[in-house]
C-alpha cells in the first residue's frame, strides 16, 4: 500500500481480521508511512478465510516481510495463528469491541500459551500506533535510515511535550 519507493517490497504487512478493525489499524499504518517503511495492508479473518491466511502468512518471509502485525477483536485468534505459521516476529493489537471493550480481544491474545510468542500492544488506537513503533524499531536493527527516522521522531515528541510543560 505505503510505499517509499515504487519498486522496494513491503516490509510490514498489517492483517486483520475484518474491515471494521481497518479505521483502528490505519493508526499502525499512518505511523510506517510517518517513518517512510514501506507495508502492505490486508483483511484476511483467521476464522472467514482461513485457507487464503495461511497462504498469506505462508510466502510472506519469502516475499520480504519482516515483521506482522496483527489487529483482531473478540475471540481474537488471529495474531497467534499466524505466530504458529511463521518465524517473523507477530505483534497483535486488540480492537476494541463493543461487547467487552476490548478486554476480551486483549486477553485473546496477550494469553498466547508457551511456545509461540505474539508481543501485545494495548487496546486500540494507541496500540496500533505503538505496534507501527515497535515494528520500525525491529527494522531499526538492521537498517540505519530506519533508526534515524525513529530517533527524530521520539526527538520531536519530546520537544512537544517540552513546549506544554508551562502551564502556569
Ligand atoms: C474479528 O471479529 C475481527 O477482527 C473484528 O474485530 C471482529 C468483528 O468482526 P465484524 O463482525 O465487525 O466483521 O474477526
Same mark, same amino acid.
Given at each position: 500500500?505505503?510505499?517509499?519507493?515504487?519498486?522496494?517490497? =513491503?516490509?510490514?504487512?498489517?492483517?486483520?481480521?475484518?474491515?471494521?478493525?481497518?479505521?483502528?489499524? %490505519?493508526?499502525?499504518?499512518?505511523?510506517?508511512?510517518?517513518?517512510?517503511?514501506?507495508?502492505?495492508?490486508?483483511?484476511?479473518?483467521?476464522?472467514? &478465510?482461513?485457507?487464503?491466511?495461511?497462504?498469506?502468512?505462508?510466502? &510472506?518471509?519469502?516475499?520480504?516481510?519482516?515483521?506482522?502485525?496483527?489487529? !483482531?477483536?473478540?475471540?481474537?485468534?488471529?495474531?497467534g495463528?499466524?505466530? &504458529?505459521?511463521?518465524m517473523? =516476529?507477530v505483534?497483535?493489537?486488540?480492537?476494541?469491541?463493543?461487547?467487552?471493550?476490548?478486554?476480551?480481544?486483549?486477553?485473546?491474545?496477550?494469553?498466547? =500459551?508457551?511456545?509461540? =510468542?505474539?508481543?501485545?500492544?494495548?487496546?486500540g488506537? !494507541?496500540?496500533?500506533? %505503538?505496534?507501527?513503533?515497535? &515494528? !520500525?524499531?525491529?527494522?531499526?536493527?538492521?537498517?540505519h535510515?530506519?533508526?534515524?527516522?525513529?530517533?527524530?521522531?521520539?526527538?520531536?515528541?519530546?520537544?512537544?511535550?517540552?513546549?506544554?510543560?508551562?502551564?502556569?
Amino acid at each position: 500500500m505505503t510505499q517509499q519507493s515504487q519498486s522496494s517490497p =513491503p516490509r510490514v504487512a498489517i492483517l486483520m481480521g475484518s474491515r471494521s478493525d481497518l479505521e483502528t489499524m %490505519n493508526h499502525a499504518s499512518d505511523m510506517l508511512k510517518k517513518l517512510q517503511i514501506v507495508h502492505e495492508v490486508r483483511i484476511l479473518s483467521a476464522h472467514r &478465510a482461513t485457507d487464503a491466511l495461511l497462504e498469506y502468512v505462508g510466502d &510472506a518471509e519469502k516475499r520480504g516481510i519482516q515483521v506482522i502485525i496483527a489487529g !483482531a477483536g473478540g475471540a481474537a485468534h488471529l495474531a497467534g495463528v499466524i505466530a &504458529a505459521k511463521t518465524m517473523l =516476529p507477530v505483534l497483535g493489537v486488540p480492537m476494541q469491541s463493543k461487547a467487552l471493550q476490548g478486554m476480551d480481544s486483549l486477553l485473546s491474545i496477550v494469553q498466547m =500459551p508457551k511456545g509461540i =510468542p505474539v508481543g501485545t500492544l494495548a487496546i486500540g488506537t !494507541a496500540g496500533a500506533a %505503538n505496534a507501527g513503533l515497535l &515494528a !520500525a524499531a525491529i527494522l531499526a536493527l538492521s537498517d540505519h535510515g530506519v533508526r534515524d527516522r525513529l530517533t527524530a521522531f521520539r526527538e520531536e515528541q519530546t520537544k512537544k511535550v517540552l513546549a506544554d510543560q508551562f502551564v502556569s
